[in-house]
C-alpha cells in the first residue's frame, strides 16, 4: 500500500464484509459480578482516589464545577470535586470554581477493544487495496506500516488524544504483533500511554494478526511481550480457520497468560458450528487453568446466531468460567444479544475496533458515537434502550478494565464530559460537541482540544 495510490476500490469488501464473511471464506466450514470485574484487570488497579492523587501531594486538590445538570437533570447543581473524586462534603477553602453554565454531564466513556498502532489518523489521504480475506488485508497493514511516515508511536498518541477529546477515559488497545512489525506495536502505544497517563488508562494486548502458528517467530514474540511486562492481555485470532490448528494455538495462548499473569483477549470472528467449537475449546481452558475472570473474547460473531436453548447454555458456561464478551456492534445480524447475555451475568462491553486503517477508511475512536451505532444497529426507539446503549460504552469497558464506574454520585472519580442538550437520550442520538472533558477533577480537553498540563 502507498499512502497515495489510484488503484480502484471495485470489489473489495469492507472490514464487516471481510469478518462477517470469515467463514464463508474458509469454506462455511452481565453484568458481572463486583468480583469478577475487579479481575479483569491484568494487574491491580488503585481505588479512584489513590489513582488520582498519586502526585497530589498531602493537599487536597478541590474544584467546584458549578451549574451542571448530571445526566441532564432539570434543575444545575454543584459537583465538588476533592482530590479527584465527587464528594458531597462542603468545597475547601480555596477550591477552584469552574462555571459549567448549564451544560449537561455525563461520565466518560471507555473504549474496550481498539487497534491505535494501525491508524492512519492525522496522515495524508490513502487510497485502499482490494482485499478479500483476513491474509490480505493483513498483507495491506504491512504495507501501510511501511508506506506511512509517522512514526507509530506519534500516530497512536495521536489518535489516543483524540479519543480523550471526544470524552474517552480509558481503552484496551490491540496490537499486533508478528515478525513484520517486531514489538513495535505493543512499544508505541505502551509508550503513548504513558505520554497520555494523566487523562488516560490503557490497557495493551499483544494481538497476533499474522496468526500464532501460521506465521514463524510470532509465538515467540508473544512470550517476550508477556515477559516482559509490557503488556496486559495475549490475543489470538480465528484458531480454526485462520491459524488451522485450534489446540495449538490455545495451548499457546494460555500458556503464556498462565506463566506470566497476563490475561487474554482472542479475536473470533468464526461463525455457527466452528465459531461454537473455538468458543468452547476457549471456555474449557479457561476452567483447566483457573483463569476466570481474566479471559476474554471480542467479535465473537458464532454467538448471534444461536437462538433459544442452545444460546442460554452457551450464556450459562461462559458466565460461570467469567468470560467476558466485546461486541463492536458492525450490524444487525453481528451485534451481541447483548440484553440476553446479561441476563445469564456475562458481562458484555463495547469498542470501535480498527479507525482509519488499512482495513477501512472509517473510524473516529469516538466511543459516544460508537454507543449510537449500537443503538442504530440495534434498531432501538425507546429512551431506555437508547440509555442502554450509552452505558454499555460507560459502564461495560470500565468494568472489564477493573476501573471504578463513573455515575458522577459521591466516591465515583470525577470522570466526566460536558455537552448541551436536553437529555441522555438525545444526546445519544445528536451527538453534540464535547465541550469539556474532566478526568479525576482536572479538566483534560476543551471543545475538541488537550489542554496542556
Known amino acids: 500500500m502507498r499512502a497515495e495510490s489510484s488503484q480502484s476500490l471495485t470489489g473489495s469488501l469492507s472490514r464487516r464484509g471481510v469478518l462477517a464473511g470469515a467463514a464463508a471464506l474458509a469454506g462455511t466450514m452481565a453484568a458481572a459480578t463486583p468480583e469478577t470485574a475487579a479481575a479483569q484487570s491484568s494487574g491491580s488497579k488503585p481505588d479512584a482516589a489513590a489513582r488520582i492523587t ?138 503513548a500511554g504513558k505520554e497520555l497517563r494523566h487523562a488516560l488508562d490503557v490497557q495493551v494486548v499483544a494481538f497476533p494478526q499474522h496468526g500464532v502458528i501460521r506465521t514463524p517467530g510470532t509465538r515467540e514474540l508473544l512470550e517476550e511481550a508477556a515477559r516482559t511486562g509490557i503488556i496486559d492481555q495475549v490475543g489470538g485470532i480465528d484458531p480454526i480457520e485462520f491459524d488451522e490448528a485450534l489446540d495449538d494455538q490455545l495451548d499457546v495462548v494460555f500458556g503464556i497468560a498462565d506463566r506470566h499473569g497476563v490475561g487474554v483477549d482472542i479475536h473470533l470472528h468464526e461463525r455457527a458450528g466452528t465459531g461454537v467449537k473455538s468458543l468452547r475449546a476457549i471456555i474449557d481452558r479457561t476452567r483447566a487453568l483457573s483463569l476466570q475472570g481474566k479471559v476474554t473474547v471480542s467479535h465473537v460473531f458464532c454467538l448471534p446466531g444461536l437462538k433459544g436453548r442452545e444460546l442460554d447454555d452457551m450464556a450459562v458456561d461462559l458466565a460461570e468460567a467469567g468470560i467476558s464478551l466485546t461486541t463492536v456492534a458492525p450490524s444487525s445480524d453481528l451485534v451481541l444479544p447483548i440484553d440476553r447475555l446479561r441476563e445469564h451475568g456475562v458481562h458484555v462491553s463495547l469498542g470501535t475496533d480498527g479507525v482509519r486503517d488499512a482495513w477501512s477508511p472509517f473510524g473516529n475512536a469516538d466511543m459516544l458515537h460508537r454507543s449510537h451505532l449500537l443503538a442504530w444497529v440495534q434498531d432501538v426507539r425507546l429512551d431506555e434502550e437508547l440509555e442502554a446503549a450509552f452505558r454499555a460504552g460507560a459502564d461495560g469497558g470500565a468494568q472489564l478494565l477493573g476501573l471504578p464506574r463513573a455515575d458522577l454520585k459521591p466516591g465515583s472519580p470525577a470522570d466526566f464530559l460536558l455537552v448541551r442538550g436536553e437529555c441522555l437520550p438525545q444526546i445519544v442520538v445528536d451527538l453534540p460537541t464535547r465541550e469539556m472533558v474532566v478526568r479525576g477533577g482536572r479538566v483534560v480537553a476543551r471543545d475538541g482540544e488537550l489542554v496542556k498540563n
Open 54 to 191: 498519586e502526585h497530589a501531594g498531602h493537599h487536597p486538590n478541590a474544584t467546584v464545577f458549578r451549574n451542571v445538570r448530571p445526566y441532564g437533570v432539570g434543575t444545575p447543581v454543584d459537583l465538588t470535586v476533592v482530590d479527584g473524586v465527587v464528594t458531597d462534603r462542603p468545597a475547601p477553602k480555596g477550591a477552584k470554581v469552574v462555571d459549567c453554565k448549564g451544560r449537561i454531564a455525563l461520565p466518560t466513556l471507555v473504549n474496550a477493544h481498539v487497534h491505535p498502532d494501525k491508524t492512519s489518523w492525522g496522515e495524508p489521504w490513502v487510497t485502499r487495496n482490494p482485499a478479500h480475506t483476513i491474509a490480505e488485508y493483513a498483507a495491506e497493514d504491512v504495507k501501510l506500516y511501511h508506506a506511512l511516515r509517522t512514526p507509530l508511536k506519534d500516530r497512536a498518541q495521536r489518535l489516543m488524544a483524540h479519543a480523550v477529546t471526544q470524552g474517552t477515559r480509558a481503552m484496551r488497545a490491540h496490537a499486533d504483533v508478528a515478525p513484520a512489525f517486531d514489538l513495535e506495536g505493543v512499544e508505541g502505544i505502551a509508550a
